[in-house]
């Protein structure tokens, strides 16, 4: 157990709430900062603030009473709008709060959550020594961020930590990303809308994602960039394989799918290097594919 006060932006969402309460069983004090309050919480250690990222006026005062020791940074409205007027004002709301926060005195390490797009590779091993380049809108204003905290974190001498996310999936993903969307076709017997079922992408369960959180905050690391993902790449067409096995046990559609996709040529096939994060962040994925597809359709089941 430990007392570390942690505070987390974005905290309803895909990855913050089942990141607050795995840090609150870890005992830490955190303040998870939502533009909504979240009904079914009600544990000791996560007090809620209602805060828009966008109005310093609503965290201000409330995040320099709390003095957090450790910083997460979550929140990034929109997406999946990934356009240039939406990535400047993610860009400019968390220049602002990351400015703030990280001239609190009792600061000592921020974690911030990047993408795996942030390399522009789309063939082969992402390593962690690749700082990449932007490719669109939303890449550009990761990178600008990424770069403005090196830069301060550095004066302030705050560890941080860049958390770059691979294909993440499991429960309570937004229906209309790739894997749930998968489970509901399957469910129905319906033929999937894939444009490129031989594209292949390193994909990353929740509760990995998580862990990997949840180690860079509780331990002692060194600040860079870290690669959240397993380590190998799995077809659209095999992961849809997994998820009829799991959903009918039957490969029907998947054949379905096979043939009518093979002669489309695949055009993506990257994964993420992982030796370094391994060896500084203490850190390695434990979900199998097939486990984590079968636990997020056991969420979408019931």
């Known amino acids: 157990m430990n007392n570390l006060r942690v505070l987390v932006t974005g905290a309803s969402g895909f990855v913050g709430m089942p990141l607050v309460k795995h840090l609150q069983a870890k005992g830490c004090k955190v303040l998870a900062i939502s533009r909504n309050h979240s009904p079914d919480e009600d544990v000791s250690l996560i007090s809620w603030l209602k805060a828009d990222i966008s109005d310093p006026k609503t965290y201000r005062e409330k995040i320099e009473l709390f003095q957090p020791e450790v910083v997460i940074h979550l929140a990034w409205q929109g997406i999946p709008d990934y356009s240039f007027n939406t990535s400047i004002k993610n860009l400019n709301n968390s220049l602002e709060f990351l400015s703030f926060v990280a001239h609190i005195s009792s600061c000592k390490k921020i974690l911030v959550s990047g993408s795996c797009w942030e390399f522009n590779i789309t063939q082969g091993e992402c390593l962690e020594s690749i700082i990449g380049s932007p ?5 550009w204003a990761k990178h600008a961020l990424r770069s403005f905290l090196e830069m301060i974190c550095q004066q302030e001498k705050i560890i941080l930590g860049w958390l770059r996310l691979f294909y993440v999936y499991g429960p309570r993903q937004r229906t209309a990303s790739l894997i749930p969307y998968m489970l509901n076709q399957i ?3 319906e033929f999937p809308a894939i444009r490129t079922p031989n594209d292949a992408s390193d ?3 929740i509760d990995d994602v998580v862990d990997a959180f949840s180690v860079a905050t509780v331990n002692k690391i060194p600040a860079g960039i870290f690669n959240i993902g397993t380590g190998k790449s799995t077809s659209v067409l095999e992961v ?5 096995g799991i959903v009918h046990n039957e490969d029907f559609l998947t054949k379905q799918l096979e043939i009518e996709s093979q002669d489309r040529p695949s055009l993506v096939n990257f994964w993420a290097g992982t030796k370094i994060t391994i060896e500084r962040l203490g850190w390695e994925p434990k979900t199998p594919l ?3 597809i079968s636990k997020t359709w056991d969420y979408i089941n019931h």
């Open 135 to 139: 490719k669109d809108d939303f890449t």
């Open 187 to 189: 469910r129905k017997r």
């Open 203 to 205: 994909f990353i369960f």
């Open 240 to 244: 849809f394989r997994y998820a009829e």
């Open 290 to 292: 097939q486990d984590g």
